[in-house]
Each structure stands twice: as structure tokens, then as C-alpha cells.
């Protein structure tokens, strides 16, 4: 019996585009069904597209990940989704410390997320805050979320200065 090697896969990272907007709706509505982030609409993607890195292996988006500048002090990561066969490979790590690289490029001082999976940020150098510490501008999304108002999501940041 011959043994096949397993092809190894290269993944890039890029800025996303314009047509990247359907891939990447399509990639977080597909997480929001299973509760893992919150959805978002095809307009919502393309009114915020340059907050999108992106991630491709063999020309198809297998991740994204988005920096939010929410205030002069303050920005968010939101929609961090990795298509499901390629989890557990390390590149949710690599896309949220491309946006940490972009928002220290950016000199923003602090970073924040709302997740259900607290672990991976703090893996990430990111720690647990009371989401009554966050301003209230940020609460416009929460009143698209499913969840609320009896959200289930933790509230961290990470400190960049």
C-alpha cells in the first residue's frame, strides 16, 4: 500500500475586497448559526470591508478577522472566523495578531472583544473586564445580536501602549 503524504497547505494573509464581501458573509453567517459570533449583514460587510484581513489557502477564504476603530482610545476585533476545516491549525492566532500589529500601526492604546470563547483571547494576552467598563457606543451591535439581552459573551482587552 502506498502511503500519501498529506499536501501541506499554504495560507496567506491579505487585506480584504470588495469581492471578498459575499465569501466573508457568507463565513461568519455560517458561525452565527452555531452562536458563535454575531451576524452580519451583506451591507454591514461592505460598509466596513477595510476592517477585514482575510486569510486564503489555494484562492479561498478560509478566515477573516476585523479591526473596529470605535473611538480615539479604542478598537475592537469582531467577526475572528475560521472556516471549520481548518481549525486547530493556528490561524485564528495569526489573523488576531495581524489586526493587533494594524491597531499598533494605528497607535490605538487598547483593543477589546465580546466573545464566547474568553479562553483563546486570553491565550492571546487579552484579560477578562466588566462589559460595564466598555463606552456605550458599542451596545449598537448588541441590539442586532439574537442573544441580547441576555448576552452570554465575555468582555476582554488587551492593552497595546
Not at 33 to 48: Q, T
Amino acid at each position: 500500500m502506498a502511503a500519501t503524504k498529506k499536501r501541506k497547505l499554504k495560507i496567506r494573509l491579505r487585506k480584504a475586497r470588495l469581492a471578498d464581501a459575499k465569501n466573508i458573509h457568507a463565513l461568519i453567517n455560517l458561525a452565527a448559526r452555531e452562536g458563535a459570533v454575531i451576524p452580519r449583514s451583506l451591507s454591514e460587510i461592505y460598509e466596513s470591508i477595510r476592517d477585514f484581513q482575510i486569510a486564503e489557502a489555494d484562492r479561498r477564504l478560509v478566515g477573516c478577522c476585523a479591526l473596529h476603530i470605535d473611538w480615539e482610545d479604542l478598537a475592537e476585533i469582531r467577526s475572528l472566523v475560521i472556516d471549520p476545516e481548518h481549525q486547530r491549525i493556528g490561524l485564528g492566532s495569526r489573523l488576531l495578531k495581524s489586526a493587533l500589529k494594524e491597531a499598533r500601526e494605528l497607535l490605538v492604546p487598547r483593543v477589546f472583544a465580546l466573545t464566547a470563547h474568553p479562553a483563546f483571547f486570553e491565550k492571546n494576552g487579552f484579560e477578562r473586564i466588566r462589559r460595564g467598563r466598555l463606552p456605550h457606543k458599542i451596545w449598537g451591535d448588541c441590539l442586532k445580536c439574537p442573544k441580547f439581552p441576555k448576552c452570554d459573551e465575555v468582555a476582554l482587552w488587551k492593552k497595546l501602549s
